[in-house]
């Protein structure tokens, strides 16, 4: 999560009080502040590259829920 874009999006969710979220393949940083979820995590390498659109599918409803109580980063 460096670069212009990255950074330039959490600046601007920091600023607007917003949380950011990713959802990735596999996360080496956790930013703080920043909502990081990763299919390998989550489901494993094999399944996360057999099987990524379920994969993504089940991360994203869970940091659906996530949001929707309140979890924070």
Do not use: F, N, W
Not at 19 to 40: F, I, K, M, Q
């Amino acid at each position: 999560m460096h670069g212009k874009v990255p950074a330039g999006v959490m600046r601007a969710a920091e600023l607007a009080r917003i949380t950011v979220a990713v959802v990735c393949g596999s996360a080496r940083v956790h930013p703080e502040g920043v909502l990081v979820r990763s299919l390998v995590d989550r489901v494993g390498p094999d399944r996360a590259t057999d099987d990524a659109r379920r994969s993504v599918e089940l991360v994203a409803e869970e940091l659906a829920q996530d949001i929707r109580q309140d979890v924070q980063p």
